[in-house]
């Protein structure tokens, strides 16, 4: 029985929702479209099966076609990266994080990453909310008011704070990282090397981003970003992490399986693997140069139209508006961009006073737009778009106290849905996006 004879409700949300990913610009720079032969690996007969183990190795029966999988996926991720050794079974970016963390610490020991606010994750030692920041000890590195960050003050608090490991990726960082002068602060600390490239490693495999392979100790990356894949998560092991510590890809594969998770998704390992293949291909270099391309030229647009970028600018696939100057806050902002059929979401900025759930911005990027085959005419086309529905809503000015602002979204939204202005740009929006098919 299929989907729409067995549930016709779920079988009728997902029509919607695929054409509601079809009618809109989705510019939410972690977010990206499949190709179709990786949604198929997705949905196959691999979801039925059971591998706790590694290849070779497995605790149940019935997995030589599993293991002629994850050994292929592996082998790509290899050969892709330059690695010497690879783990495909990490469920997604968090658990990939936990268990690099798991495998090279111990509870109590020091963690360097990034602050939420600058653009890092929570993953890399949120404090309080998070097991990074609750069972190891967490210190923060931060951007500058610039929204850059400053390696010489990062370089001065890894000697202060010995961190066990230094964590270097981000989620909301616009710029390139040299990743010589973050390995050689984590040598001088004697400290792990982690570089999360979750946002950047189809940038990084299409050479428009340095990779951190010569640099780093061990590498994470989920698969579903810039590399077009499935929901999942990838670990990959240097060489010069395998010199720091010989037993290091033992130990990750064992904090992985069992250490924190049980039987891998063999279905997502199978998408992985074509992902990768995919991700090999010539054309995959072309794409990550044109998301590159296009996000400079959306900026470029939405400098000249008197916005603010966090850091000036951008070096990859996204950027950050700073919305202080309009006196608007990245809700509103989002809210109305989604009237008008362009998906983004808020984000909080540099130094932002306001809590991450109201922040002062907004995130947007191109690789989805760009999977779509959107080039530099049709960034000018909507950077000019997203200006003007930020010139409609910014008037909107919050309640003093902030108990009642949610109060006070939910009430403008009817409004921004029935405003002449954001509907013309929906329309114009629909009719784009109906020349660029999805995959
Ligand atoms: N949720 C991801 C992002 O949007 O960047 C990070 O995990």
Avoid at 337 to 357: G, K, T
Avoid at 401 to 409: C, D, P, Q
Avoid at 412 to 420: A, G, H, Q, T, V
Wanted: net charge neutral; proline share 6%; charged share 25%.
């Amino acid at each position: 029985m299929n989907l729409r004879a067995a549930d016709p409700d779920i079988a009728e949300s997902i029509a919607t929702e695929s054409r509601r990913q079809r009618e809109v610009l989705e510019m939410i720079p972690s977010e990206n479209y499949a190709s179709k032969a990786v949604r198929e690996a997705v949905g196959s007969v691999l979801t039925n099966k059971y591998s706790e183990g590694y290849a070779n190795k497995r605790y149940y029966q019935g997995n030589r076609y599993v293991d002629e999988i994850e050994k292929i996926a592996i082998e790509r991720a290899k050969k892709l990266f330059g690695v010497p050794h690879a783990n495909v079974q990490p469920y997604s970016g968090s658990p990939a994080n936990a268990a690099v963390y798991f495998a090279l610490l111990q509870a109590g020991d020091t963690i360097m990453g990034l602050k939420l606010s600058g653009g890092g994750h929570l993953t890399h030692g949120h404090p309080d909310v998070t097991f990074s920041g609750k069972y190891f000890r967490s210190v923060q590195y931060d951007v500058e008011a610039d929204g850059i960050i400053d390696i010489e003050k990062v370089a001065e608090l890894a000697r202060k704070e010995k961190p066990k490991i230094i964590v270097v990726g981000t989620t909301a960082y616009p710029r390139i990282f040299d990743w010589e002068k973050w390995k050689n602060i984590a040598d001088s600390v004697d400290a792990f090397l982690l570089a999360d490239i979750s946002h950047i490693a189809g940038l990084i495999v299409g050479g428009v981003h340095p990779s951190p392979v010569p640099f780093a100790d061990v590498i994470m990356t989920t698969t579903h970003k810039t590399l077009r894949g499935p929901r999942g998560a990838m670990l990959l092991i240097t060489d010069q992490g395998l010199a720091k510590d010989p037993d290091m890809a033992t130990k990750i594969d064992r904090a992985v399986f069992p250490g924190l998770q049980g039987g891998p998704h063999d279905n997502v390992t199978a998408a992985i693997a074509v992902c990768l293949h995919e991700a090999a291909q010539p054309a995959f270099k072309h794409y990550a140069k044109q998301v590159v391309n296009n996000a400079k030229v959306l900026a470029d647009t939405l400098l000249e139209q008197g916005l603010t970028l966090s850091t000036g600018g951008t070096d990859n696939h996204l950027m950050v508006v700073d919305l202080r100057p309009q006196k608007v806050i990245g809700n509103i902002v989002a809210e109305a961009l989604e009237a008008a059929n362009i998906v983004v979401n808020r984000n909080s900025v540099p130094h932002d006073l306001n809590p991450p759930f109201y922040p002062s911005g907004i995130r947007l990027g191109t690789p989805a737009i760009t999977t779509r085959g959107m080039k530099e005419k049709e960034m000018k086309t909507i950077g000019e778009w997203i200006v003007s529905v930020i010139h409609e809503v910014s008037h909107y000015r919050l309640p003093e106290s902030k108990e009642e602002w949610g109060t006070f979204l939910k009430k403008i939204r009817l409004d921004m849905e029935n405003n002449p202005q954001l509907q013309s740009v929906a329309h114009s929006v629909t009719l784009l996006t109906k020349k660029f098919p999805v995959p």
